[in-house]
C-alpha cells in the first residue's frame, strides 16, 4: 500500500537552532513530494514541492526540503527555527499516475521555544 | 475567487440528521477534493473530481457520504444520518489538473451532538 510516515508526533527546537521534521514514504515509482503546513485554525498553506531535478528543493519561510531516493525520504528542514514556525507540518506524496489524490502523513507539530 | 471558500466554517448538528458541506473551488480549477481530519490526525482522503465525474471515491467512509460537483465548480459533501464520529474539519482542495499542489479551504468543523 502506498503511505507517508512521519515517525514523530511532536519536535521541540529552540529558537536559533536548526530543525528537522522528518518524512519517509513508501508510493509506486517516482513521486511528486510535498510539505504543508497548518497554524492554528487556518487551513493548509503550501511549503515546498519536489517534483524532478535538484534533490534539495527551497521553500517558503525559509525551509528546504531534501530529496533522497535510496532512503525514501524527504525530511523538512530550516537552519535556524523562529517561535512563529511553531504549527503543524504534513508531508505528501502524489504517485506519479494522473488523477490520483495527495496521501497525506499523520503530521507533527512542531515546536519553537524562545 | 481569489481562494478555495468552504460553507458553512461551523457546523453543529443532532445526531441523525443530515448535513451538506460546500465547496468553492478556486476558478478553473478541474480537479477537487475533499479529505477530512479529526481531533489530533491526519487528513484522511474522502473522493476526488476530476470535472464533474469521480474518478476516485476510495476514501468515502460509508454509505452516508456522498459528493457531487456541478459545473465543474461547485461541490457539495453530503453526510445522511451523522454520527457523532463523523465529527471532523472537512477540508476541500482544489487544483489544475497538470499543476501538482493543491490550495486548500479554510475546512467546515463539523460537530455530531
Known amino acids: 500500500a502506498q503511505s507517508v510516515a512521519q515517525p514523530e508526533d511532536q519536535v521541540n527546537v529552540a529558537e536559533g537552532n536548526p530543525l528537522t521534521v522528518k518524512c519517509t514514504y513508501s508510493?509506486?515509482?517516482?513521486?511528486?513530494l510535498f510539505w504543508y503546513v497548518q497554524y492554528p485554525n487556518r487551513g493548509l498553506q503550501f511549503l515546498l514541492k519536489?517534483?524532478?531535478?535538484?534533490?534539495l528543493v527551497k521553500g517558503s519561510y525559509g525551509f528546504e526540503a531534501e530529496f533522497n531516493k535510496s532512503q525514501t525520504s524527504f525530511h523538512l528542514k530550516k537552519p535556524s527555527a523562529l517561535v512563529s514556525d511553531s504549527a503543524l507540518y504534513f508531508c505528501?506524496?502524489?504517485?506519479?499516475?494522473?488523477?490520483?489524490?495527495?496521501?497525506f502523513g499523520k503530521g507533527t507539530t512542531l515546536s519553537v521555544s524562545s | 475567487g481569489a481562494g478555495v471558500s468552504q460553507s458553512p466554517s461551523n457546523k453543529v448538528t443532532e445526531k441523525g440528521k443530515d448535513v451538506e458541506l460546500r465547496c468553492d473551488p478556486i476558478?478553473?480549477?478541474?480537479?477537487l477534493y475533499w479529505y477530512r481530519q479529526r481531533l489530533g490526525q491526519g487528513l484522511e482522503f474522502l473522493i476526488y473530481?476530476?470535472?464533474?465525474?469521480?474518478?476516485?471515491k476510495s476514501g468515502l467512509p460509508s454509505d452516508r457520504f456522498s459528493a457531487e460537483r456541478t459545473g465543474e465548480s461547485v461541490s457539495t459533501l453530503t453526510i445522511q444520518r451523522t454520527q457523532q464520529e463523523d465529527s471532523a474539519v472537512y477540508l476541500c482542495?482544489?487544483?489544475?489538473?497538470?499543476?501538482?499542489?493543491?490550495?486548500f479551504g479554510s475546512g467546515t468543523r463539523l460537530t455530531v451532538v
Open positions: 482542495a482544489s487544483s489544475l489538473p497538470l499543476l501538482y499542489g493543491y490550495t
Open positions: 508510493v509506486s515509482g517516482n513521486p511528486y
Open positions: 519536489y517534483i524532478t531535478g535538484d534533490n
Open positions: 505528501a506524496v502524489r504517485p506519479n499516475q494522473a488523477g490520483t489524490a495527495l496521501i
Open positions: 476558478s478553473g480549477h478541474t480537479a
Open positions: 473530481f476530476q470535472g464533474n465525474s469521480a474518478p476516485d
